[in-house]
């Protein structure tokens, strides 16, 4: 029913700092993908969870039309691609997404504010230690998209 997603998004609406977003995705249990918004400490704003292992992207672009109006938007290499930036520079977002490596035309970004990227990387490694949750409804991705919210929300 998406209660423990609605309250996890209501919390984070409330004491949402909105200067800057970050996006992140990791493997999850139950061979799922799950990507997520975080604010500028590191608290979740929304999740995505994928029904099998999949791209960041696939989470990256199910996220995109629900995040916040920001400064700027915090991801790893992983994103940096055309239509995100173009997605995200229509929105008004100012990306801060590291060049790959095998890009021919390098683009700058803001070391200093990428830097504060580790934030979203603990929030996943938090919700990790929640796998006992998780596995009881792996089953299900709605059901370990809910155990993922309960668990973001206590923390």
């Excluded at 800057?20 to 999740?47: F, Q």
């Excluded at 029904?51 to 790893?76: E, F, K, M, N, V």
């Excluded at 390098?106 to 796998?131: Q, V």
């Amino acid at each position: 029913m998406g209660v423990f997603a609605t309250i996890m998004t209501e919390q984070a609406a409330g004491a949402q700092e909105t200067g800057i977003v970050m996006i992140d995705a990791t493997h999850a249990r139950a061979h799922r993908t799950a990507s997520s918004l975080a604010d500028a400490k590191g608290r979740p704003i929304r999740m995505f969870l994928s029904a099998g292992q999949t791209s960041g992207y696939i989470g990256a672009r199910a996220l995109l039309s629900s995040i916040p109006s920001a400064g700027a938007l915090l991801a790893d290499r992983g994103l940096d691609a055309g239509w995100s930036r173009n997605a995200l520079i229509g929105t008004g977002i100012s990306p801060c997404i590291p060049p790959r490596t095998g890009r021919k035309t390098s683009i700058p970004h803001d070391t200093g504010l990428y830097r504060l990227r580790h934030r979203i990387e603990n929030m996943f490694a938090r919700l990790k230690d929640w796998c006992c949750i998780e596995t009881r409804y792996d089953r299900c991705p709605i059901l370990s998209l809910s155990a993922c919210a309960l668990a973001a929300n206590v923390i």
